[in-house]
Nanobody, 122 residues
Framework: QVQLVESGGGLVQAGGSLRLSCAAS????????MGWFRQAPGKEREFVAA????????YFADSVKGRFTISRDNAKNTVYLQMNSLKPEDTAVYYC???????????????WGQGTQVTVSS
């Protein structure tokens, strides 16, 4: 069982930056691939970024490529999403997710956090 807690959301102006963190419980964090997803009002939850168990591979949605980066610190059981050049269309609740071993860009993750709100004003 893995519990995930996101933090770092908030209100930011367009062009600004935020860094989201996701802290995971448990002693096997390094065996979990991690993903970030987001869900805007009235829309489906969509993939944002993912990272492999050792951080060697990362994946991004086309809409955030070049603006967002994902990283992890296995010693701290934490995954990060650095968001730069934010746009109003990035406004959403952001969720982190975990699954054993193999990374995926689909929603096929076993564990989900409660989400953190990101609001980008124009």
């Amino acid at each position: 069982q893995v519990q995930l807690v996101e933090s770092g959301g908030g209100l930011v102006q367009a062009g600004g930056s935020l860094r989201l963190s996701c802290a995971a419980s448990g002693r096997t964090f390094s065996s979990y691939a991690m993903g970030w997803f987001r869900q805007a009002p009235g829309k489906e939850r969509e993939f944002v970024a993912a990272i492999s168990v050792n951080g060697g591979s990362t994946y991004f949605a086309d809409s955030v490529k070049g603006r967002f980066t994902i990283s992890r610190d296995n010693a701290k059981n934490t995954v990060y999403l650095q968001m730069n050049s934010l746009k109003p269309e990035d406004t959403a609740v952001y969720y982190c997710a975990a699954r054993r071993f193999s990374v995926t860009t689909t929603r096929d993750y076993s564990y989900w956090g409660q989400g953190t709100q990101v609001t980008v004003s124009s």
